[in-house]
């Protein structure tokens, strides 16, 4: 419901009959879902399980670490070391935006010695089902995934000391899997999966690329005008106190 699936929802409307009942399931009650029923144009059914009224479990304990980018991997590896030495038999899931990243964050984990397994579309269906199954079963206790962040995590605090410590270490070995993930075909099948999907929607993946740059090329026009006006003004106020200061 947050938009990245809107082509293929389109896509799946467009043959469904008009006269029909839809049915919505949902693990949480969001503000998106609360607005989708106050719009929708019939009668709206809502049925609530009301077998488990606890939100969260009482043992959850949310913690939000605000850092600055740079040292945001370290901190991500020093978190991950403190859990592993706290709790030796327990298991880590690490949230991620992209399939790229994941595969990023993977690497560079097990570049450090941190066993971990990755989970994301890019991956066949068998190696999805193999990674889970290695960290259910905890012959790995680090799962890398995308698109879950929402879901709220279990982050304890790190001292910084340690983050300090392994920063660099952190920096240089996710470069050189960043290196070595772009002398591979990652991106290569992500664009045959992204024109297999535009075929079977029925738009040409060529004539979408053409349309793609054209747009680019038109935004980047326009913040290269929003950049000269800003100078302008700039400018402007420049002489206008240099001004002030003569008079």
Same mark, same amino acid.
């Given at each position: ?42 009668? *709206? ?11 969260? *479990? ?8 605000? *850092? ?11 978190? *991950? ?16 935006? &992209?399939?790229?990243? &994941? ?65 660099k270490q952190v920096n240089v ?75």
């Amino acid at each position: 419901m947050d938009g990245r699936f809107d082509s293929q929802l389109h896509t799946i409307w467009s043959s469904l009959p008009e006269k029909r009942q839809t049915l919505l399931f949902s693990a949480t009650i969001t503000d998106r879902l609360e607005r989708m029923k106050e719009l929708a144009s019939s009668e *709206v059914f809502l049925w609530q399980s009301s077998g488990n009224k606890q939100a969260t *479990v009482q043992q959850l304990d949310e913690r939000y670490a605000l *850092v600055n980018p740079i040292v945001k991997d370290a901190t991500m590896i020093a978190m *991950v070391l403190q859990q592993t030495e706290q709790k030796p038999r327990g298991l880590i899931m690490i949230f991620t935006d &992209t399939c790229k990243n &994941t595969q990023v964050l993977s690497m560079l984990l097990n570049s450090l010695s941190i066993e971990c397994v990755a989970l994301h579309s890019m991956l066949s269906q068998k190696e999805r089902l193999s990674a889970l199954a290695r960290f259910k079963s905890s012959q790995v206790k680090v799962l890398i995934a995308t698109d879950v962040a929402s879901r709220g995590l279990d982050i304890p605090l790190v001292d910084e000391a340690m983050v300090r410590k392994i920063m660099k270490q952190v920096n240089v070995s996710r470069r050189e899997q960043e290196i070595r993930l772009e002398q591979t075909d990652f991106d290569e099948r992500r664009n045959i999966n992204k024109r297999k999907r535009l075929i079977l929607e029925g738009r040409d993946p060529d004539e979408e690329e053409k349309k793609k740059r054209k747009h680019l090329k038109k935004l980047r026009k326009a913040e290269r005008q929003e950049r000269n006006e800003l100078l302008k003004h700039l400018e402007k106020k420049k002489w206008e106190k240099q001004d002030d200061g003569d008079s």
